[in-house]
């Protein structure tokens, strides 16, 4: 079974940092898209979006590129989202997700809360 375990989601400061991860089973970890989305309120899953290929190319949506970085140790079979100077409206639940078998599979989500 596709698994998808998301952590790392905490309280921080407006211009904070926080590390996500996203741990990976139930299919071959290296040879799969894994990716970051999140929702909040009143929008959707989709609103932002982080990617990491299989040969380790990454995108980043324009709203977050140079604050948010995306990355993946296949070994550890985790994909890592690095955000650095949190701001308020990045207050979100967080999913981590992967297209595998032409399904969408997603992890349960863990809260970033940026305060000001």
């Known amino acids: 079974e596709v698994q998808l375990q998301a952590s790392g989601g905490g309280l921080v400061q407006a211009g904070g940092s926080l590390r996500l991860s996203c741990a990976a089973s139930?299919?071959?970890?290296?040879?799969?898209?894994i990716g970051w989305f999140r929702q909040a309120p009143g929008k959707e899953r989709e609103e932002i979006s982080c990617?990491?290929?299989?040969?380790?190319?990454?995108y980043v949506t324009d709203s977050v590129k140079g604050r948010f970085t995306i990355s993946r140790d296949n070994v550890r079979r985790t994909v890592a989202l690095q955000m650095h100077s949190l701001k308020p409206e990045d207050t979100a639940i967080y999913y981590c997700h992967v297209l595998f078998r032409s399904r969408n599979y997603w992890g349960q989500g863990t809260q970033v809360t940026v305060s000001s």
């Open positions: 990617f990491v290929f299989n040969d380790g190319t990454t």
């Open positions: 139930g299919f071959t970890f290296d040879g799969y898209a």
